[in-house]
């Protein structure tokens, strides 16, 4: 079998080429890197919230902060007695991810 190259890292002569060939390898990175962190985040959740009826997670990037929204059929026990499992859960993520 031959090896057949991309066709862009021929064109990478002038600087606009190079530019738009290294941003499309950076759109695919932050694609991965944002699955990843999906993946792994939704893995850790099913495994702690198994018992409370956890159903999804749906995460929002913003400029300023992200926001992970918790999916689950018994909202009391996620958050638990004063909001201290959320704490925890919230301090877990930010160790983890950051």
Do not use: C
């Not at 002569?13 to 939704?42: H, I, P």
């Not at 956890?54 to 902060?65: C, D, I, L, S």
């Amino acid at each position: 079998a031959s090896h057949i190259p991309f066709p862009f890292l021929y064109q990478t002569t002038n600087k606009t080429n190079m530019q738009a060939a290294r941003s499309r390898l950076s759109t695919k990175r932050k694609f991965v890197a944002d699955g990843v962190f999906y993946s792994e985040l939704n893995e850790l959740l099913t495994r702690e919230l198994a018992e409370d009826g956890y159903a999804g997670v749906e995460v929002r990037t913003t400029p300023h902060r992200t926001e992970i929204i918790i999916r689950a059929t018994r909202t009391q026990n996620v958050l638990g007695e004063k909001g201290q499992r959320i704490r925890e859960l919230t301090s877990v993520v930010q160790k983890r991810f950051d």
